[in-house]
């Protein structure tokens, strides 16, 4: 058994509860009224890197909410590990989908039931807790730096500018990201890509003021109808993307990255049972795992518009309002995209409302590539932790600053996430399984070992 084995077993009771604690700050980015949280959040990351033994560890303001940086060096001429995580969390709404309080750690039949579980402060916080069995146990072969921000769930609007004026702090050899999922314990996978986003809201104004329905419906154009005929028009009766221009640089996977996904176990009635539906919806032509990885999507993710209270009040409401996102895949830019919904929705509304669009953020697809060292030190680590060698998957989610953090660091980005897509994700009741958590701390030091390996053979 290795030296930090021994060492988790004899804490991982305390490890729990330290997360339990983390869970507990409502550290939500999008909402104002959470900004002391943010602050005591990043204060509680800082305290946890200390604790885990890194030699440093500051709190760095950003024009929104800070950013958390600590480093262990233990030999300047040994390779370095960025770790990047984030400790802002989603909002709760809504709230009385919640079985359980979302600020109030639960655990349910093995599963810590928390908003931020998993995505990302369980996700993360396995990173500082393997730090501490290194350094406890005397293993830690590299250099190790964190990056954990809070504002990853409103799309990074503040790093750049923080790791532009800071990439001689954040220097290293290779980016660790654990925000992502595996498919699951039985057949472990890394994901290899993640997906871009493009982010808009539109607003579709008629009337001056909210009509009788009675007196103007059938005369004036209504803005909840022409928004929702709008958005429904984006897609066909195959749910083909109607927007012109939308698949113009999708890059087409080959027929042998399809097979290779098609090996991967699924069973589409165990993934329906758990959602809840009878059957699935997506494009024609591509396998649910294909429509979720290597196809751009549009989204709808909000609409609203004239009276929801309790109650009838019959009115021709005067605007309305939905937000869009679009998933993207490599060769798609988020910037190009974006223009392109935003000019798509302003042109086909019709003259008897007027439409603005703006966008809210977006981020670029990244692939890992996996010819590099750091993807065979994450596929030799969760081999020896798992025994069995992982799968590699393309994931459907988006991680904004991934783009970003290559261009501006110039080094390449590996995902070792041991979350499940059936984790709740931004959704009420979102969970993380204590067994997936403690394997990926388990795993994580593996990862140090074989990439310092694969390093020292590289020169």
């Not at 931020?116 to 501490?132: I, N, P, R, Y």
């Not at 589409?268 to 999507?297: A, H, Q």
């Not at 679009?326 to 929705?345: D, H, I, S």
Request: a negative charge; one cysteine or more; proline letters at 6%.
């Amino acid at each position: 058994m290795q030296a930090w084995k021994t060492y988790q077993d004899q804490h991982q009771e305390r490890f729990l509860e330290e997360l339990k604690d983390l869970l507990r700050i409502p550290s939500i980015s999008s909402d104002s009224t959470h900004q002391t949280d943010m602050q005591t959040c990043a204060e509680a990351v800082k305290k946890s890197l200390l604790d885990a033994g890194v030699s440093k560890a500051d709190i760095y303001p950003t024009a929104g909410h800070p950013v958390v940086y600590g480093e262990k060096i233990v030999d300047p001429a040994k390779p370095t590990i960025l770790v990047y995580g984030h400790y802002d969390v989603q909002p709760v709404d809504p709230l009385d989908l919640w079985h359980t309080p979302p600020f109030e750690p639960t655990i349910r039949n093995g599963m810590i039931f928390a908003r931020g579980s998993a995505d990302d402060k369980g996700q993360f916080f396995m990173h500082v807790k393997a730090l501490e069995l290194m350094n406890q146990s005397g293993t830690l072969p590299c250099n190790i730096k964190f990056i954990i921000e809070g504002e990853e769930e409103i799309g990074s609007p503040s790093l750049g500018a923080f790791v532009s004026a800071h990439k001689d702090l954040l220097k290293a050899d290779v980016i660790l990201i654990s925000d992502t999922s595996m498919i699951s314990l039985e057949t472990p996978s890394i994901e290899i890509g993640v997906r871009g986003l493009a982010y808009i809201q539109v607003e579709v104004t008629g009337p001056n003021r909210d009509l009788h329905s009675g007196v103007y419906g059938g005369a004036v154009a209504n803005p909840v109808t022409v928004l929702a005929q709008m958005i429904a028009s984006c897609h066909d009766e195959n749910n083909h993307i109607t927007i012109p221009g939308f698949y113009n640089d999708v890059l087409e996977s080959s027929a042998e990255d399809r097979k290779k996904m098609a090996a991967a176990p699924f069973n589409e009635k165990e993934y329906m049972r758990d959602l809840g539906v009878k059957s699935l919806w997506g494009e024609k032509g591509f396998t649910t795992n294909e429509r979720t990885g290597i196809r751009p999507t549009l989204e709808l993710n909000g609409i609203w518009g004239g009276f929801q209270g309790e109650g009838s009040k019959t009115v021709l409401p005067s605007k309305a309002s939905a937000k869009i996102s679009a998933r993207l895949v490599p060769n798609q830019r988020a910037g190009k995209m974006t223009e392109l919904l935003l000019n798509y929705f302003k042109k086909i509304a019709p003259p008897s409302v007027s439409v603005q669009c703006f966008e809210l953020h977006g981020g670029e697809p990244y692939m890992t590539p996996l010819d590099s060292l750091a993807y065979k030190a994450a596929e030799k680590a969760i081999e020896a932790s798992f025994g069995k060698k992982p799968v590699p998957q393309r994931g459907g989610g988006s991680i904004p600053i991934c783009s970003l953090l290559e261009k501006e660091l110039g080094i390449k980005i590996v995902f070792m996430g041991f979350g499940l897509d059936s984790d709740n994700l931004h959704s009420p009741n979102e969970k993380y399984d204590i067994a997936n958590f403690y394997k990926g701390i388990e795993t994580i030091p593996y990862f140090h070992q074989y990439f310092a390996e694969e390093s020292q053979k590289k020169s």
